[in-house]
């Protein structure tokens, strides 16, 4: 009974958060990883979120024509990401791993904040250049202390000036790179096994269900008024797991 219990609501989360990103074309990490921290530890939550986040990232990166031109642009930004992660995982592996909770909370609550926000941030080409290995970096290291991508890559990507498609592209491919070096850091501290495995191949379904449910009813709802909603959810549920750790 415990089993299914728990498999029901993995089941339920990935279509949930794939029905965010299915909608918005981003989140499903986020919100998975969020969801799944409240029944279990952060990085427990992030070895399920593999196969998921790398079969729909892959997906997301593919769907445009820009891909060479944005890797090129992004290469030094994904090398970031791959260092910061090494160095995350490694301070993560050799101290206490108990702040993983509340860093997960913080890391939800900013990128709500800067999801709600009215400002818009632009960055010249010159900035860019020595800027995006430092936001790489920045971003490797919080996807090794808490599993979820987004800050501060999302926030910087968007200060690029790309248009809707190649934003969504190179999302899709910071994302698919963020996913591949957490991975690897799950397999060198021993969280990325068989059994895990076995289950993040499980969530993949429900994810891509989600996707396609996100898709039909992006027709359907205004999507700004969804994305305040559901920044706002990211908020409440960043504050409590910020607060469980303390409580």
Not at 122 to 144: D, K, M
Not at 201 to 210: H, K, M, S, V
Request: proline share 4%.
């Amino acid at each position: 009974m415990e089993n299914t219990l728990h498999l029901t609501v993995i089941t339920l989360i990935f279509i949930l958060a794939g029905a965010v990103k299915g909608m918005i074309g981003l989140g499903l990490p986020t919100v998975a990883v969020g969801l799944l921290g409240l029944v279990m530890a952060p990085m427990e939550a992030a070895s399920l979120l593999i196969v998921p986040s790398l079969v729909t990232n892959v997906w997301q990166l593919m769907a445009g024509s820009g891909l060479r031109p944005l890797a090129k642009r992004l290469w030094s930004m994904a090398v970031g990401i791959c260092i910061g992660t090494c160095i995350g995982g490694a301070l993560l592996l050799a101290n206490s791993m108990k702040y993983a909770t509340a860093a997960l909370g913080i890391a939800l609550i900013l990128y709500a904040l800067v999801g709600l926000s009215p400002l818009r941030f632009s960055v010249s080409a010159r900035t860019e250049r020595w800027l995006s290995p430092v936001i790489g970096a920045a971003t490797g290291f919080v996807t090794a202390a808490t599993g979820v991508f987004v800050i501060p890559a999302v926030p910087f990507l968007q200060a690029l000036g790309l248009d809707k498609d190649d934003l969504v592209q190179a999302m899709g491919i910071m994302f698919t790179v963020s996913t591949l070096a957490l991975a690897v850091g799950l397999v060198h501290g021993g969280m990325f096994h068989t059994v895990t495995i076995g289950m993040s191949l499980f969530a993949l379904l429900p994810a891509l269900l989600g996707m396609h449910l996100g898709q039909r009813l992006r027709a359907r709802i205004s999507v700004q008024a969804f994305k305040i909603c559901f920044f706002l959810g990211l908020m409440g549920l960043g504050a409590y797991l910020a607060l469980r750790f303390h409580g």
